[in-house]
């Protein structure tokens, strides 16, 4: 376990970074650009691009709870989340990781790099800093496609106002190339960097990152270019990926329940567990579940007596059993309200003796409460999603990656169940029912890579943005829309579409990004999400 970040630490990093950065100095030479900082630490630059990635509640909340998740038809039925599950166009929701990231993250990992190029004695902090703004871009460009990339950031830096957008096969061609030479620069003899989030500065494991980021990313290309993807899968497979849960990249946060400005706790946990009416398991997820026998149905899935009171969610009574035996498992439909199809129930016996019938709302039932503390750890890129990505490419791209396409299926699945007691007070899938089920479930001849992609689909339960970019990439599992009177859309769009900021400031740039893609539509594909 990898110890975390004492909260004055955070604290004091986050605040410093907003200062130096985006602040405002009244004093001092005025022959100095106010906006570059002589003085800013590159490490805690880092750190705050980390945090921030899992920690910043408005990218979050807007980008995960709101559409992505229930999108996704895993978590829905909250009124909250009618905009992904429903396909309710709300634009200012596909703006806040935009601006938010851009202001932030993007401009201190972009001058993080820049102030540690070519420096002696910090060539494994640059090699993580450019392995961190590769990360962080991916996730932008999967949601918007073209954007400014080589040209980012740099309005703090070099006085860039209106940058340029880039084209998503460019961006990807450098993703790959900045993270097989960061990976090759990563040296343990030299520089070391303690104090950042992700491994407390270990240089294998950030090589298994980088490398497993880059078959993550290889894979994104199996439509457009398969021969750059065989390419890049095998030499990021050479290189070094992930082989068990240990080297799992994550964000272990602290339990706080963050606002707009605090940073420390899990942004996606908040974003759930804060709200009036918390969601309920999509039936699509649940049947997938109940349909294969899979056992996290006994431990992700609850029903909980509701008390109305969200900052108190844990103290929520269990009464699964109950009704599991009495009405069965049942979940929210896609398209539709939790106070929708209204449920009914005999009486149950409370803990405390007290008969109790039932509601609506504690009939259907929900994700593990453990799941969605603020300390919950965010998993960025599990061992579980690198062995089903191998699978994918074994099948997908003939290639030969250590073993068969069964061999690492398995290996995903266990990974993927026995990551569930990495959350606190998180359930433990017994060994048994782990290996029960990849028993009876093996790989189908025809159906190899609907198989693997719907385990990755169950695995990347709670990460919105990489779910979402796996779904459009493979096109599994099979999502049927779910449209209703208040939908904008008849079918799930597959992308965000550009802030009004930016059409209003950078309008040429912008326009030249939409004239490629035909229309700025949440329908259109990004570059890579081709048919």
């Known amino acids: 376990m990898r110890p975390v970040i004492k909260t004055i630490t955070r604290l004091t990093a986050t605040i410093l970074l907003f200062l130096t950065v985006f602040g405002c100095n009244k004093f001092g030479d005025l022959n100095t650009d106010p906006t570059k900082s002589s003085n800013l630490d590159p490490v805690n630059q880092l750190m705050f691009a980390q945090l921030w990635f899992s920690g910043d509640l408005n990218s979050q909340e807007r980008t995960s709870y709101f559409l992505l998740i229930p999108m996704m038809q895993q978590l829905n039925g909250a009124y909250n989340t009618r905009y992904g599950a429903l396909y309710v166009k709300e634009e200012p929701f596909f703006w806040g990781i935009w601006e938010n990231s851009y202001g932030n993250d993007v401009a201190n990992i972009v001058d993080a790099v820049a102030r540690t190029n070519g420096v002696t004695n910090q060539s494994n902090l640059n090699a993580m800093c450019r392995i961190m703004k590769v990360y962080t871009f991916a996730r932008l460009t999967d949601l918007f496609g073209d954007l400014p990339y080589f040209e980012a950031g740099k309005a703090f830096r070099d006085g860039v106002k209106k940058p340029k957008y880039d084209e998503q096969k460019d961006i990807y061609d450098d993703f790959l190339k900045e993270l ?44 457009r270019d398969p021969e750059r993807a065989k390419k890049e899968v095998q030499a990021a497979f050479d290189a070094g990926v992930f082989t068990s849960n240990a080297d799992i990249c994550m964000t272990r946060h602290e339990d706080i329940s963050n606002n707009y400005q605090d940073i420390r706790g899990n942004s996606v946990s908040v974003s759930f567990n804060t709200k009036n009416q918390m969601t309920r398991i999509c039936t699509t997820f649940l049947n997938q579940l109940k349909s294969t026998d899979d056992p996290r149905l006994n431990y992700l899935v609850r029903c909980y007596k509701e008390n109305g009171i969200p900052s108190r969610f844990l103290e929520r009574e269990d009464i699964t059993a109950q009704i599991k035996a009495k009405n069965g498992l049942i979940g929210s439909d896609p398209g539709r309200y939790i106070y929708e199809d209204e449920l009914s129930s005999s009486a149950i016996t409370l803990a405390s003796g007290e008969s109790y019938v039932p509601t609506n709302v504690d009939l259907k039932c929900q994700l593990n409460h453990n799941l969605l503390r603020n300390n919950a750890p965010f998993l960025h890129l599990t061992y579980a999603e690198v062995e089903l990505l191998l699978a994918d490419a074994t099948v997908r791209l003939g290639l030969n990656l250590g073993g068969s396409a069964q061999t690492h299926y398995q290996k995903g699945i266990e990974a993927a169940m026995q990551q569930l007691s990495l959350y606190p007070s998180g359930p433990v899938v017994p060994a048994s029912e782990i290996s029960g089920f990849i028993a009876n479930n093996p790989l189908a001849a025809g159906r190899e890579l609907e198989q693997i992609n719907t385990q990755l689909w169950i695995a990347l339960l709670l990460n919105g943005p990489e779910t979402y970019a796996n779904w459009r990439r493979s096109g599994f599992p099979a999502l049927v829309p779910s449209p209703s009177d208040e939908s904008t859309s008849l079918t799930i769009p597959r992308r965000f579409q550009y802030p009004l900021s930016e059409k209003e400031q950078n309008a040429q740039n912008v326009q030249a990004a939409i004239q490629r893609i035909g229309e700025d539509d949440w329908l259109k594909r990004v570059w890579w999400d081709q048919q």
């Open 180 to 223: 097989s030479a960061a990976s090759a620069q990563l040296d343990a003899s030299k520089d070391k960097v303690s104090n950042e989030i992700f491994y407390k500065g270990d240089i294998p494991s950030w090589k298994k990152f980088a490398n497993s980021l880059r078959l993550r990313l290889a894979l994104r290309l199996v439509k």
